[in-house]
Nanobody
Framework: QVQLVESGGGLVQTGGSLRLSCTASGSRFSIFSMGWYRQPPGKERDLVARITRGGTSNYADSVKGRFTISRDNAKDTVTLQMNSLKPEDTAVYYC??????????WGQGTQVTVSS
């Protein structure tokens, strides 16, 4: 079992910045990748950014150059720095942990709202 606890999020104006953090506990040794997904109202949940234990990261095209994901393997914490936020970034953001075997865990979600 892996537990994911998220922090950060909130309300920000267009062009502003926010930082999301997620810390894993439990069977941390089984985690291969950690990342963030988001789900806007009425839409599907999609990948925002993900990073492996080895440091390989990938981003959604819509956030490249604006968002940066980082990971502290010793603490099993992943951070998403979001800059130049746009109204279309408004969504519930979910932390995700991908395992070394088939399976994944999700955080409870945190709301990010960008006002125009």
């Amino acid at each position: 079992q892996v537990q994911l606890v998220e922090s950060g999020g909130g309300l920000v104006q267009t062009g502003g910045s926010l930082r999301l953090s997620c810390t894993a506990s439990g069977s941390r040794f089984s985690i291969f990748s950690m990342g963030w997904y988001r789900q806007p109202p009425g839409k599907e949940r999609d990948l925002v950014a993900r990073i492996t234990r080895g440091g390989t990261s990938n981003y959604a095209d819509s956030v490249k150059g604006r968002f940066t994901i980082s990971r502290d393997n010793a603490k099993d914490t992943v951070t998403l720095q979001m800059n130049s936020l746009k109204p279309e970034d408004t969504a519930v953001y979910y932390c995700n942990a991908g395992l070394t075997y088939p399976g994944q865990y999700w955080g409870q979600g945190t709301q990010v709202t960008v006002s125009s």
